[in-house]
Antibody
Framework: EVQLVESGGGLVQPGGSLRLSCATS????????MHWVRQAPGKGLEWVST????????YYADSVKGRFIISRDTSKNSLFLEMSSLRAEDTALYYC?????????????WGQGTLVTVSS | EIVLTQSPATLSLSPGDRASLSCRAS??????LAWYQQRPGQAPRLLIY???ERVPGIPPRFSGSGFGTDFTLTISSLEPEDFAVYYC?????????FGGGSRVETK
C-alpha cells in the first residue's frame, strides 16, 4: 500500500524557516517524480514544487522560487521542502504527492498534509 | 501561465442526478488535463487523467472528455459520496496549474 506521511509543519514568524518532510513507503521511491502541493485555509489547490526522477530536475512555482528548495533522500525514501523567508501568504496545508508515473505530472497519491502557519 | 477556469462554482443537485462540470483553459493543453475530487477534511483524489483516462478503482459513473481548451467531467448518476469539490489540473506546461474548483452540493 502506498503511504505518504508529511511532518514538520507548525507556527513560524514571518521571515522564518521551516523544513517539511514526507516519509514514503509501499513503492519504489527512487523511480517516481514527487511533488508538493498546498492549500490555503478554505481555498483551492496550488502546485508548489516538483522533483523529477529523471535526472533530478526541480521545478518551482513563481510564488516560492528562490525561497523554497525541494530535495529527496532515496536512502530514507523521503522528500523534503526547505522553506525560508516565509510570508503570511505561505500559510497553508502542504501535501506531498506522488506522480502517476515517471513524469506524468499528475498527482496520483497524496498524504494527509502538514499545516504551516506563518504569523507573528 | 495557463489559467484554468471552472464552472459553475457551485452545482446544487440531488442523488441520482447527472452532473456536468466544465474546465476551460486559457490556451490549449491538448489532452493533458486531470480531474480530482476532494471531500471535506480529506486529501484530493485523482479521478481522471489525460482528459478521459479513468484511474483504476474509480467508478465508471465518472467520465472525462475534451481537447484543447474545453473539458468536461461528467458524473452520470450522483451517489451520496460524490458531493464534494472537484478540481481540474493541467500538465501541458510549467507551472502546473489547477482550476479554482467546482462544488457539488446537495439540493
Amino acid at each position: 500500500e502506498v503511504q505518504l506521511v508529511e511532518s514538520g509543519g507548525g507556527l513560524v514568524q514571518p521571515g522564518g524557516s521551516l523544513r517539511l518532510s514526507c516519509a514514503t513507503s509501499g513503492f519504489r521511491f527512487d523511480i517516481y517524480t514527487m511533488h508538493w502541493v498546498r492549500q490555503a485555509p478554505g481555498k483551492g489547490l496550488e502546485w508548489v514544487s516538483t522533483f523529477s526522477s529523471a535526472g533530478g530536475s526541480t521545478y518551482y512555482a513563481d510564488s516560492v522560487k528562490g525561497r523554497f528548495i525541494i530535495s529527496r533522500d532515496t536512502s530514507k525514501n523521503s522528500l523534503f521542502l526547505e522553506m525560508s523567508s516565509l510570508r503570511a501568504e505561505d500559510t497553508a496545508l502542504y501535501y506531498c504527492a506522488r506522480d502517476l508515473s515517471g513524469g506524468d505530472n499528475y498527482f496520483d497519491s497524496w498524504g494527509q498534509g502538514t499545516l504551516v502557519t506563518v504569523s507573528s | 501561465e495557463i489559467v484554468l477556469t471552472q464552472s459553475p462554482a457551485t452545482l446544487s443537485l440531488s442523488p441520482g442526478d447527472r452532473a456536468s462540470l466544465s474546465c476551460r483553459a486559457s490556451q490549449s493543453v491538448d489532452t493533458y488535463l486531470a480531474w480530482y475530487q476532494q471531500r471535506p477534511g480529506q486529501a484530493p483524489r485523482l479521478l481522471i487523467y489525460s482528459s478521459s483516462e479513468r484511474v483504476p478503482g474509480i467508478p465508471p459513473r465518472f467520465s472525462g472528455s475534451g481537447f484543447g481548451t474545453d473539458f468536461t467531467l461528467t458524473i452520470s448518476s450522483l451517489e451520496p459520496e460524490d458531493f464534494a469539490v472537484y478540481y481540474c489540473q493541467q500538465r501541458r506546461d510549467w507551472p502546473l496549474t489547477f482550476g479554482g474548483g467546482s462544488r457539488v452540493e446537495t439540493k
